[in-house]
């Protein structure tokens, strides 16, 4: 046993899951090296060995721990670094999913984390989830599995379902509803949808048009599931690309202004300025400080 039988068979089988973006796949970092990744999908990333920096919108240099996993929201341009170690991960793409279980939806714990937020102590910024014994052997399954070919889509997929269910059955409901807190709304079936059209159209109408909606049904529907109109929401998601751009990355302020199609240096200091506060080269002089971070609309005060 251990060794995948007939896998002539599974690799001539059109529900091989060998594509570009399977739905679980292991993945080796070595040290020092770097990964980015665009998500259109939710991607639950679990570091099986070593430690990984994982850096995107406002979040820089976010420390996962051995044994211990992260939510990466789609639209979030995120980046992963290794340090002086190597680091081994699986990432799992979360194409389809509204149920913890038959009797809890995902939609149910936006309702846990209103209730939590009530409570001065809690934000959710950003969680990063330690496993338990249960989910570990799970995990180092999976992790076995997938090493030896057994990729199927239809077994990755019930992978995940049964991922949602020890969560479900294991972990307190306000650890879940902080966890998944990115990506939860009223409405995840269409909260997909517009996640996986946005990258595709440049404006709210042409997401609509493209997802089969009126314009005003659209933003009816919209601003119901996530809680604010569309145009106001797309733009932010457009300042969370950016704003890890300039974190991130070593590209120029040129290249990134040309990147996400400002007429000019200065367009794309001004919408630096309206959205974040202040310059690129100001935010990127942040990102390298231990003790400094920016949200969109923060203020900057300038050190004279």
Same mark, same amino acid.
């Given at each position: 046993?251990?060794?995948?039988?007939?896998?002539?068979?599974?690799?001539?089988?059109?529900?091989?899951?060998?594509?570009?973006?399977?739905?679980?796949?292991?993945?080796?970092?070595?040290?020092?090296?770097?990964?980015?990744?665009?998500?259109?999908?939710?991607? %639950?990333?679990?570091? %099986?060995?070593?430690? #990984?920096?994982?850096?995107?919108?406002?979040?820089?240099?976010?420390?996962?721990?051995?044994?211990?996993?992260?939510?990466?929201?789609?639209?979030?341009?995120?980046?992963?670094? *290794?340090?002086?170690?190597?680091?081994?991960?699986?990432?799992? @793409?979360?194409?389809?999913? $509204?149920?913890?279980?038959?009797?809890?939806?995902?939609?149910? #714990?936006?309702?846990?984390?209103?209730?939590?937020? @009530?409570?001065?102590?809690?934000?959710?910024?950003?969680?990063?989830?330690?496993?338990?014994?249960?989910?570990? +052997?799970?995990?180092?399954?999976?992790? $076995?599995? !997938?090493?030896?070919?057994?990729?199927?889509?239809?077994?990755?997929?019930?992978?995940?379902?049964?991922?949602?269910?020890?969560?479900?059955?294991?972990?307190?409901?306000?650890?879940?509803?902080?966890?998944?807190?990115?990506?939860? !709304?009223?409405?995840?079936?269409?909260?997909?949808?517009?996640?996986?059209?946005?990258?595709?159209?440049? *404006?709210?109408?042409?997401?609509?048009?493209?997802?089969?909606?009126?314009?005003?049904?659209?933003?009816?529907?919209?601003?119901?599931?996530?809680?604010?109109?569309?145009?106001?929401?797309?733009?932010?998601? @457009?300042?969370?690309?950016?704003? &890890?751009?300039?974190?991130?990355?070593?590209?120029?302020?040129?290249?990134?202004?040309?990147?996400?199609?400002?007429?000019?240096?200065?367009?794309?200091?001004?919408?630096?300025?309206?959205? +974040?506060?202040?310059?690129?080269?100001?935010? @990127?002089?942040?990102?390298? &400080?231990?003790?400094?971070?920016?949200?969109?609309?923060?203020?900057?005060?300038?050190?004279?």
């Amino acid at each position: 046993m251990g060794k995948l039988l007939y896998s002539e068979e599974h690799l001539s089988c059109y529900n091989y899951d060998n594509g570009a973006a399977p739905l679980v796949e292991c993945i080796t970092l070595a040290k020092g090296e770097a990964v980015n990744l665009h998500p259109i999908v939710p991607k %639950i990333i679990f570091v %099986i060995k070593g430690a #990984l920096k994982v850096s995107f919108a406002w979040h820089n240099e976010e420390i996962v721990q051995e044994s211990q996993m992260i939510l990466i929201p789609p639209g979030s341009n995120c980046y992963l670094t *290794t340090d002086s170690t190597p680091a081994n991960i699986l990432v799992l @793409r979360m194409k389809s999913f $509204a149920h913890l279980c038959d009797t809890y939806s995902i939609e149910k #714990l936006k309702f846990e984390a209103e209730d939590a937020m @009530r409570h001065e102590a809690a934000q959710y910024s950003l969680a990063i989830l330690t496993i338990d014994e249960r989910l570990r +052997f799970f995990f180092e399954d999976l992790v $076995a599995r !997938t090493n030896d070919g057994l990729r199927c889509f239809y077994y990755c997929q019930l992978k995940i379902k049964e991922l949602l269910f020890i969560l479900r059955g294991y972990y307190p409901k306000e650890e879940l509803a902080q966890f998944f807190a990115p990506i939860l !709304t009223n409405n995840i079936s269409f909260a997909d949808q517009v996640y996986r059209y946005m990258s595709q159209v440049k *404006t709210v109408k042409g997401l609509a048009a493209v997802m089969g909606y009126s314009l005003s049904g659209f933003q009816k529907k919209f601003k119901k599931t996530f809680g604010s109109p569309p145009n106001v929401w797309l733009l932010a998601q @457009r300042s969370k690309v950016i704003l &890890s751009e300039i974190n991130t990355t070593h590209k120029s302020f040129k290249e990134i202004s040309e990147d996400y199609g400002f007429s000019s240096p200065s367009h794309f200091n001004g919408f630096c300025r309206i959205h +974040f506060g202040c310059t690129p080269a100001q935010l @990127r002089k942040l990102s390298s &400080s231990p003790n400094d971070s920016i949200e969109p609309g923060a203020s900057v005060k300038k050190n004279k």
